[in-house]
């Protein structure tokens, strides 16, 4: 299962031994790989039919998903100074590969598919650092620099030309089991710059457009569109007489 998710990545975007020339066999391998899919649905719901039109639905729905890591890919290699090209973040960047496996996993747990999308992303995460929930929504252009450590929960919603740094958590304010189906997660709408450590709580939590959160910013409130928030920095030296001796210890 996390095999096919892998698979399925070095195939669009060419990073497998074999380079596909023609459309005849672009297409085989497509047969191939949906066949595969097919297998492993099989295996989970024991149900031929219900397999094939799921996977079916998944590959018809591919050319959009192939789209939108276009964009993705883009947005990453225009706001991170340190990329190169296209092809250096389709190889060496978690954070591309982390928003690859979640929009695979988004388009199958949009069509129903519990079981198989956690386990992708689950995969992703544990090569990557990167927790992204397969039932968030997130929109294109969605760019994470690092990457390390952010978690997007379930009922996350991020807007369009959204940027994320390393350490960021979209969380819940912890709730009861019964308030599963509720939105619990913040909404972070279009074109706002969260830096690294920043944790946004809550269902009720909105960014508004074109805003940047500082980094280690803790919010449990929204914010207005073009707002800037920060955290207040305070600076010692350790020559001023009325500074403190920091308490020793040793981990």
Known sequence: MEQFADTLFHFLFQLEDKRYQSEEEIVLRLSALKVELISILFSINHDSNKSCTTAEIFFTALPKIYSELNKDASAILNNDPAAT??????????????????????????QGINLLPRIWTEYAHGKTGIDIHP????????????????????????????????????????????????????????????????????????????????????????????????????????????HQEPINFII
């Not at 978690?94 to 747990?109: C, K, N, S």
Request: net charge neutral; proline share 2%; aromatic share 10%.
């Open 135 to 242: 039932a968030a929504k997130i929109g294109a252009h969605f760019c994470i620099d690092h990457g390390t450590g952010i978690v997007i929960g379930e009922t996350c919603v991020i807007g369009e030309n959204v940027k994320i740094y390393q350490g960021v958590t979209l969380g819940a304010i912890s709730v009861s089991k019964d308030k599963a189906n509720t939105r619990r997660h913040p909404y972070i709408g279009d074109n706002v710059i969260i830096y690294s450590g920043a944790t946004i709580l809550g269902g009720d939590t909105t960014i508004g457009h074109d805003s940047v959160i500082g980094g280690n910013v803790w919010l449990t409130r929204s914010v207005e569109p073009h707002s800037i928030i920060y955290s207040k920095s305070k600076i010692y030296s350790k020559y001023t007489e009325n």
């Open 85 to 110: 090209s296209l092809q250096e973040v389709h190889i060496a960047y978690p954070g591309f590969y982390a928003i690859a496996i979640y929009r695979f996993a988004h388009q199958l747990q949009q």
